[in-house]
Nanobody, 122 residues
Framework: HVQLVESGGGSVQAGGSLILACEVS????????TAWFRQAPGSQREVVAY????????YYADSVKGRFTISRDITGNTVYLQMNSLTPEDTSMYLCAARSYCTTTTASGFNYWGRGTQVTVS
């Protein structure tokens, strides 16, 4: 039974920081890839960052490069998104997703999803 559970969202002032966590369980994938997406009301779901569980490439959207960092714990079962220098434009629902191989940045390419955690920057 696949589960992705996000936590760590909340409200923060512009310039502040938050760290999101995604606990992944029950996923048996070849070369698992875990990603963070975000979706604001009325907007398309967009990728923020992704990384392979067992090393390899990482990806960041241009809008978050230099501000956000994706990482994971030693087991690979928890994926973090450190978000610094937050702006109101970062306000969104943040969702964790997983698939085999980090070969796409489109939401439709990811098989497994969490329910999301809200981030509000004012």
């Amino acid at each position: 039974h696949v589960q992705l559970v996000e936590s760590g969202g909340g409200s923060v002032q512009a310039g502040g920081s938050l760290i999101l966590a995604c606990e992944v369980s029950g996923v048996t994938l070849s070369r698992p890839c875990t990603a963070w997406f975000r979706q604001a009301p009325g907007s398309q779901r967009e990728v923020v960052a992704y990384s392979h569980t067992y090393g390899g490439s990482t990806y960041y959207a241009d809008s978050v490069k230099g501000r956000f960092t994706i990482s994971r714990d030693i087991t690979g079962n928890t994926v973090y998104l450190q978000m610094n220098s937050l702006t109101p434009e970062d306000t969104s629902m943040y969702l964790c997703a997983a698939r085999s191989y980090c070969t796409t940045t489109t939401a439709s390419g990811f098989n497994y999803w969490g329910r999301g955690t809200q981030v509000t920057v004012s």
